[in-house]
């Protein structure tokens, strides 16, 4: 396993999720409240210094419907990240749109190691 980041590292935070729905136009709606609901945290959030949402396009069995990766300055921005009430907010309104979670957490590599 990977050494954890220092407390100094930028860390990357990567969400992958699938969502609730029967139809296509329910799944749809659903992608698009997440990304609506996770966008709108930029500028909310101190330490927060990146975040895309991206929507699969490849309709692969095994594929994820969305995912987020987001940037913090360190481990305490991501831990605060965690419990901040913008974060907290966008978590309630999506509750039973997200059907499935993975994470990934893991520290920014340096301009040597990429």
């Not at 069995?61 to 987020?68: F, G, K, R």
């Amino acid at each position: 396993m990977a050494e954890p980041a220092s407390p100094r590292a930028p860390v990357r935070h990567i969400v992958m999720w699938n969502v609730a729905g029967d139809t296509p136009a329910e799944r749809q709606a659903g992608i698009t409240a997440v990304k609506h609901a996770f966008e709108g945290l930029r500028g909310q959030i101190p330490g927060l210094m990146h975040l895309e949402i991206g929507i699969d396009e490849s309709r692969a069995s095994h594929a994820c419907d969305m995912v987020l990766v987001t940037e913090f300055e360190n481990d305490e921005a991501l831990a605060s990240y965690a419990t901040h009430p913008a974060h907290l907010a966008a978590r309630g309104r999506l509750e039973g749109v997200r059907v499935a979670r993975y994470q990934v957490d893991y520290a920014c590599p340096t301009p040597e190691g990429r």
